[in-house]
């Protein structure tokens, strides 16, 4: 699976019913949000240890927060193998089904969120605009 410059995909295990355009469709909408996704990651690790950003797609937007503690086991074995400081997991939830990925790139976390400092990375703040995200 390709993958833009910069980053890598280091584990993206199927654990809905994604098909492969609506993986190419997430992975666009990751890369695309990259910065922000990751902010919300290396916060949400400072704030309540390792755990996974998770993205509910709706019809208008995007529902974006941070998991972490007893988390399903569809996606626990990724948040317990990832290395915070340059990876993040992110769960994508569609109506029929979520996909959860373990990706790495650059900038890391860590920058992206210090670079966010001039805007809200609360993730109950943020809303993707329709058609970022496939549905």
Do not use: K
Request: proline content about 5%.
């Amino acid at each position: 699976m390709a993958v833009e410059t910069g980053f890598r995909d280091i584990d993206a295990p199927d654990i809905g019913v994604g098909s492969d355009d609506q993986m190419s469709g997430d992975f666009d909408a990751i890369f695309a949000n990259w910065q922000y996704l990751a902010a919300v990651a290396w916060r949400g690790y400072e704030n309540y240890g390792c755990g996974a950003v998770v993205v509910s797609v709706a019809v208008d937007c995007a529902d974006v927060t941070y998991a972490s503690g007893s988390l399903p086991e569809s996606y626990a074995r990724l948040v317990a193998a990832y290395n915070p400081l340059d990876e993040v997991v992110i769960v994508v939830r569609h109506a029929d089904g979520e996909q959860a990925y373990r990706l790495g790139g650059l900038p890391t976390p860590r920058e992206c969120a210090a670079q966010a400092s001039h805007y809200a990375t609360s993730a109950n703040l943020y809303c993707v605009p329709r058609g970022c995200l496939p549905q």
